[in-house]
């Protein structure tokens, strides 16, 4: 005979009440989601990317690039990006009221693959990000997602042409991956 697990919508209160255990806890929408610490291959692509992406932001006065414990809040959902862009406030304030940021990266692995693509893909667009990227490292493509567009799967050369930069950062994905 099977059992009835009986589940119940999660607040970010009890989001924030889990323990700091090495797992990075999520909530989308009511739905947790666990995730254990990376491969070192998911944070070397992210460090080589982050060497690309930190001057051109800088240069173009885009923000920062931030890494997880950044969180993006939006609605009652709370997630930590595997990179993210976005502008710093001038005072200090929570998360909720941070800036949303320009650009979101989440490099997809078999336990985050389904959520990346689905309940996060439509949490950030909701949220107002102009670009989405999903980087599969096994099929060495970056999805683009941007709101308003058909997703593009890049297998080359992905170009990211943010409002406010004179040029367009060009990315090998040989360089990334």
């Known amino acids: 005979m099977g059992m ?11 989001l924030h009440s889990l323990p700091d255990d090495g797992n990075k806890y999520e909530l989308v929408r009511g739905e947790l989601f666990v995730t254990p610490a990376p491969a070192p291959s998911h944070e070397v692509l992210l460090a080589r990317l982050t060497v690309l992406l930190t001057p051109f932001v800088g240069e173009h006065g885009l923000g920062l690039v931030f890494h997880p414990r950044a969180v993006v809040q939006f609605e009652d959902s709370e997630v930590e990006p595997d990179l993210m862009v976005r502008q710093v406030p001038d005072k200090e304030v929570a998360w909720r009221d941070v800036p949303v940021p320009i650009l979101v990266v989440e490099v997809a692995s078999r336990t985050t693959h389904r959520r990346d693509r689905n309940q996060k893909r439509q949490l950030y667009l909701d949220a107002g ?5 999903i980087v599969d490292r096994s099929a060495r493509t970056v999805t683009v997602v941007r709101p308003g567009e058909p997703d593009r799967a890049i297998h080359d050369v992905l ?17 990334l991956m």
């Open 4 to 14: 009835v697990v009986e589940s119940h919508a999660w607040t970010l209160e009890d």
């Open 159 to 175: 170009e990211w042409r943010p409002a406010g930069a004179a040029a367009a950062l060009r990315i090998p994905l040989a360089d």
């Open 129 to 133: 990000v102009a670009e989405y990227w």
